[in-house]
């Protein structure tokens, strides 16, 4: 159940062209129940897609779907599932190719064997 807010509006209170309302519920601002603007979301999700192929273009691998087509959380390329914040860092930092797969496999084989997985940003950090 939604309620009005009682506070009064913020006048002329913009940040990233976004005004912020604040008595009126999201279902009335947006006819739904997001607290983001759709097109705030298009723009996002445009971003995410870039990168993602992005990420397939330079590691030769073909981007498939997300996990519960959820954008930005876990991405599928054919046989590998790799999480938005891993594709991000990859891009950002510049990885050289055979890094991501080396530490994808060296991921796999530690699960495999309950051994910790170490995480892309630390491996970077430390192992590269």
């Known amino acids: 159940m939604y309620m ?11 940040r990233h062209n976004i005004t912020t309302i604040t008595n009126t519920t999201t279902s009335e601002r947006y006819g739904n129940t997001s607290d983001v603007d759709p097109s705030v979301t298009n723009i996002l999700n445009g971003v995410i897609t870039e990168y993602t192929l992005l990420f397939g273009t330079k590691h030769d691998i073909t981007f498939d779907y997300w996990v519960a087509d959820l954008v930005g959380t876990i991405a599928c ?3 590998y599932y790799v999480d938005f914040e891993t594709i991000r860092l990859d891009l950002e930092r510049g990885v050289g190719y055979d890094i991501f797969f080396e530490w994808y496999d060296q991921s796999l084989s530690s699960g495999l064997i309950g051994e910790p997985i170490i995480n892309y940003y630390t491996y970077l950090n430390n192992f590269t």
């Open 4 to 14: 009005k807010s009682t506070m009064e509006p913020k006048k002329n209170l913009k």
């Open 77 to 79: 390329f054919g046989d």
